[in-house]
């Protein structure tokens, strides 16, 4: 990867902060890039309804905020992994929920990391901090971005609850440990 | 409270235009339109009044106004843009609509009810001759029961239904602060007519709610009728479908 | 001062509209819009300005209608279905020649079809899509900073010709994000609304005005009967048409193949020429900002070039005809549109390897 232009594709169900998570990665880069986009991609029914956005985040002009292929690809539901194994470049990595995964990815040009993130979310005490468990999984991966920059965006977001900032935080930091190996 | 005038002869707000404004024999619309222009008079109202003439005959009557106004506008539609007209200038300015009974409580029901509902400060006239006049005698929502129509020629029935009465629904909604009838068969009529416009005004002018008021009216060639008869069917006919008085009088809402 | 925020093409249609000093947005819920509406619900009412959510979008238009009378800057937003029930008010403002603005994010049709992005509604916008034959200037962009900048525009020319001006947004230039500078644009100054109803008392003339969309049928001050009524309006589609073309054209000198596209689809398609050139094809690339009044010369001149054309456009053929028109039979002229969407459900839509795709295979050889 180049250091000059990130994609990356957070991919789930509705409910369990997918998009949220691309958010707050997209909200952070602004920092560091002149240039970014987000991109829901979500269908008529909300609930248990496969939802992913694609973050991009770049030095130069971003073209088209939708790309078929990109850099990365973050399974927050293990479900959606057949989907989305597809969407990655070749030399790109993969990012997925170990919580039901049943399927194999068949590519051999893509880097695969299996995160227990619902399960150790669950140990921190919220199993709806498991998407940020793998943002943090995300960064720890790849550096592409200071861990305090999204812990900023995460203290202005969760700022009127601090239970659940402090479990998400435990969570983020949890993931980047996970990542890190 | 302005001082009350009484106006004799032709109402000043009522102007003449360069080109002739036709009218069928015995009309009411120009009666009707007369009652609104004494009353604006009365209440010296002319500078700050606007005039929506919705679609019907008697949306000549914007054009004949001493006033701002436009029409015709969209077909049922005069409620929504004299809301907005209302809600952009303020209290200071009165917002009257002058639509027919098709226009208001046919294909402008929606826009009728909303208005009533969110009790925009308004008044809605609404002349009400139990056909579409403009089109040449159709039905109406007002058509009467067993009243022929060029589209009900055996007479309106159960094919199409009953009649609405639109003051008395009107008078239902939590947002109307006026809701009457009137007629124009006999000066006594016009009289009260002209009561039930004033006290519309009113409640408009003291900002309680939405006004409406529903004015019997006599179309002669539709009816295929002389204009005496007409009044005799209004009084014989209309007045048992419609009858007159005031629905809804409130000095706040609740 | 130029702030810098993170938005999506939605809310800067409000932020943009905020800058113009538009007075009030009259709207209907309706998806792929409802961060407009939300919007204007939030930060309209503190800052003293109008927001309603109307009954339906027949009742929207109306009291765009009203607003639109009495002189003030308003605006509605919608999605396809909606635009259709607006239709006939667009076109009695047309003939009242009051300004208003509309806002459109398209979705996938016809009839419910989907929530989701679209550009199916190009034909019926561009070609006045209620009753009479009536133009508007209508408006494309491409992220959200160009939604921003343009609603500026649209209320400034909706002003300058006492007209309707749409903004055709889609569902992706609408739902996604990214960074926007608040800037607020200069035009040239207008005339005063002296049209506008007001109550006569408020006007130093003191003179009653009239306004009707029953102008040609009413004779009215500014057109006394129908047929001048006609040349007005004519001779004012006219001067938009002589003067509002805009659209940005990128690297056409050498190119042999010529992409033309709106939207969200000029993003995918300027992704793929990125990619062409880097191979060292030559592509180039026409969008338009003004989808009517069409840049029909620049096309005329890449025509005679020799170039050949590829419209991407997620529908089913629509811009394709005004480039045919515009070329006069002297190019070839290829299309990407919904059919070739890279999934079959509502979310699938027209990606840059699509495109690239089909230049490669159109400059192959």
Redesign the interface.
């Known amino acids: 990867m180049s250091s000059e232009r990130f994609e990356v594709i957070f991919a789930g169900v509705g409910g369990m902060g997918a998009l949220t998570a691309g ?1 707050l990665l ?2 952070a880069a ?1 920092a560091y890039y ?11 029914a909300r609930r248990n309804a496969p939802a992913d956005c694609i973050v991009i985040y770049s030095k130069e002009v ?8 990109v850099g990365a690809a973050v399974i927050i539901e293990s479900s959606q992994l057949r989907t989305f194994e597809d969407r990655v470049k070749p030399g790109g990595l993969v990012i997925v929920e170990t919580a039901g995964l049943k399927d194999h990815v068949s590519r051999r040009d893509i880097t695969v990391k299996k995160i227990p993130g619902l399960e150790t979310a669950l140990r921190l005490g919220n199993s709806r901090a498991a998407n940020l468990l793998m943002l943090g999984a995300y960064i720890g991966s790849t550096n592409t971005l200071p861990p305090e920059l999204i812990e900023e965006k995460l203290e202005d977001r969760f700022s009127k609850n601090k239970k659940v900032l402090e479990i998400n935080l435990r969570a983020f930091h949890e993931g980047i440990r996970l990542g890190h190996n | 409270m302005t001082e009350r005038r009484r106006i004799t002869g032709t109402p000043k707000l009522k102007i003449e235009l360069p080109v002739p404004v036709g009218a069928c024999q015995g009309c009411q619309h120009g009666s009707v339109g007369r009652i609104i222009w004494e009353v604006l008079e009365e209440l010296e109202l002319g500078e700050n009044t606007i005039w929506i003439g919705g679609v019907t005959c008697g949306t000549m009557n914007a054009f004949l106004s001493d006033l701002d106004a436009v029409g015709p506008v969209p077909h049922g539609r005069a409620p929504d843009i004299g809301s907005a007209m209302k809600r952009l200038l303020g209290k200071e300015t009165i917002i009257i609509t002058y639509q027919g009974d098709g226009d208001a409580i046919a294909i402008g029901t929606e826009s009728l009810i909303q208005a009533a509902a969110r009790a925009e400060r308004i008044t809605v006239f609404m002349a009400n001759n139990a056909n579409y006049g403009t089109t040449g005698g159709q039905m109406a929502p007002t058509t009467l029961m067993e009243q022929r129509t060029t589209t009900t020629p055996q007479g309106r029935g159960m094919v199409e239904g009953f009649p609405i009465n639109t003051a008395e629904l009107v008078a239902q909604l939590r947002g109307t602060a006026y809701s009457a009838r009137g007629a124009i068969t006999s000066p006594a009529n016009y009289q009260r007519t002209k009561k039930y416009v004033k006290k519309a005004l009113q409640k408009q002018i003291d900002d309680i709610g939405f006004s409406f008021v529903e004015i019997l009216s006599a179309c002669p060639p539709n009816w295929g009728k002389k204009p005496v008869d007409c009044l005799k069917w209004i009084d014989d006919e209309m007045i048992s479908q419609y009858p007159l008085g005031e629905f809804r009088d409130l000095e706040s809402l609740n | 001062m130029n702030e ?1 925020i ?1 938005v999506n093409g939605n809310e800067a249609v409000g932020w943009g509209a905020l800058a113009a000093d538009c007075r009030a947005f009259f709207g209907y819920p309706i ?1 792929p819009q409802n961060e407009v509406t939300e919007w204007f619900a939030r930060e309209f009412p503190k800052r003293g300005r109008i927001f309603i959510q109307t009954s339906s979008e027949t009742a929207s238009i109306n009291w765009l209608y009203g607003g639109a009378c009495v002189g003030a800057r308003v605006m509605t937003s919608t999605s396809s279905p909606g635009w259709a029930l607006m239709q006939e008010t667009i076109s009695h403002m047309v003939n009242t020649e009051v300004p208003c603005v509309v806002v459109l994010v398209q979705r996938g049709g016809p009839g419910q079809g ?3 992005h679209a550009q199916m509604d190009y034909a019926s916008a561009t070609w006045g899509g209620g009753h009479g034959g009536y133009k508007n200037i209508v408006l494309t962009p491409a992220s959200a900073q160009e939604v921003h900048d343009l609603m500026q525009l649209a209320f400034y020319l909706a002003d300058k010709y006492c007209n309707p001006v749409i903004v055709l947004s889609d569902g ?1 230039i609408g ?5 926007i500078a608040l800037r607020e644009i200069n035009f040239n100054s207008l005339p005063e609304k002296d049209w506008a109803l007001r109550g006569k008392g408020r006007r130093k003339d003191g003179q009653r005005r009239l306004l009707s969309s029953g102008q040609g049928l009413i004779p009215t001050s500014r057109n006394p009967n129908y047929l001048t009524l006609l040349h007005t309006l004519h001779n004012k589609f006219q001067q938009m048409a002589a003067h509002e073309i805009r659209y940005e054209a990128s690297l056409l000198e050498d190119a042999e193949l010529v992409l033309v596209a709106f939207g ?1 689809a000029a ?2 398609s ?2 793929a ?2 990619w062409a050139r880097a191979e060292g094809i030559k592509v180039g690339m026409i969008r338009p900002i003004t989808v009517w009044p069409f840049p029909s010369q620049i096309v005329k001149e890449e025509a005679e070039k020799g170039v050949k054309f590829l419209v991407v456009e997620d529908n089913l053929g629509q811009m394709v005809m005004d480039v045919k028109m515009a070329s006069e039979g002297k190019a070839a002229i290829y299309l990407v549109s919904a059919l070739d969407r ?1 999934e079959a ?3 699938g ?1 027209i ?4 495109v690239l795709e089909k230049i490669k295979e159109l400059t192959a050889s």
């Open positions: 958010q997209a909200e602004l002149p240039c970014v986009t987000w991109y829901p991609n979500i269908t008529t971003i073209a088209s905020p939708l790309i078929h292929r | 810098r993170f998806t989907t929530t989701r992706i739902t996604m994000m990214e960074p969200y993003r995918a300027l992704q020429m990125n890279h459900m509502e979310g839509a990606y840059p390897e699509k």
